[in-house]
Each structure stands twice: as structure tokens, then as C-alpha cells.
């Protein structure tokens, strides 16, 4: 388990890697869910192999986030992401990968 405050520094880290337009609604959904917290954004093509990611990944661009926390607050935060328009809102079991 990752102690709150490394938690929040590892989600600024990636928030910071997002494109403009991606990040303003990952923040919005960041602040609105503050169970969660940022596992992944933008990704190197290497890290994206590593992390077995698909090749055209939105990753690489910088428009895609994964989120992990509590249940509910990932079901919320998906709902949230395809209301807002998310390009991808995906399920993937320990977190909600999303991307505009
Ligand atoms: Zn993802």
C-alpha cells in the first residue's frame, strides 16, 4: 500500500506528462474521486512495450490515464470519463483506463 503523500507526488508526476486537454479532465476527475490516484499517463514506446501496452496506445501521446482506488470510486470516475466525452473509458480489473 502507497503511503498517501508518495501517492499524490506519483499522481502529479503523471499529470504533468498529459497533454493539456487530457489533463484538465483527468484533474477535474482527481479532485472529484480523491480516492484515487494516477498509476500511468504518458508512456516512452519502450515503457509502453514493457508494460505490454497495445502499439497505437494513446499512452504515447500523452491522452491517456490509468486510474486505481477504491471500487467505487473507479465505477464513478469511468462514468464520469464517458460523459465527458473520453475518447476510451475502459475497466481493466485494478484500474480505469481513460483518454481524450
Ligand atoms: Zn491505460
Partial sequence: MTSRPVARLQSWFHLRSLS???????????HAYPGLRLTSARRSAARNRAVGGVPNSLHLSGRAADLAGPSLQMLAALGAARSRGAVEAVHEGDHVHVAW
Avoid: E
Fill in 20 to 30: 493539456p486537454h487530457p489533463r484538465r479532465h483527468v484533474h477535474s476527475l482527481l
